[in-house]
């Protein structure tokens, strides 16, 4: 599985922007995408995850309520619509994707492909 992000970029805090990340090979069989940030000096976070299968969704409590994300199975493609932006959003965002359980969408060892980060700056 390859993952392409896009997205991204510099924002005002309270500002909104959407990443996106399509996968491509095999997309089948419990797949799970998601997103997890890290930012200088801190361990990486979990985000947000979708399962394709099952249609289960998990946020973290730090973004539940700012952020939604949504997938496109046709395109086996999600998006990350980040509203009401704050600069502790600040971070280094990464897809990742994976054949796990609904049980594991938080836990990023259990995701075997990452896509390559995007930065995400929110301005004070």
């Known amino acids: 599985v390859q993952l392409q992000a896009s997205g991204g970029g510099l924002v005002q805090a309270g500002g909104s922007l959407r990443l996106s990340c399509a996968a491509s090979g095999d997309t089948h069989s419990s797949f799970v995408m998601g997103w997890f940030r890290q930012s200088p000096g801190k361990e990486r976070e979990f985000v947000a995850a979708i399962s394709f299968t099952s249609g289960r969704i998990d946020y973290a409590r730090s973004v539940k309520g700012r952020f939604t994300i949504s997938r496109d199975n046709a395109e086996s493609t999600i998006y990350l619509q980040m509203t009401s932006l704050k600069p502790e959003d600040t971070a280094v965002y990464s897809c990742?994707?994976?054949?796990?359980?609904?049980?594991?969408?938080?836990?990023?060892?259990?995701?075997?492909?990452w896509g390559q980060g995007t930065q995400v700056t929110v301005s004070s």
């Open positions: 990742a994707a994976g054949h796990l359980q609904d049980l594991d969408l938080e836990d990023g060892s259990e995701y075997h492909y």
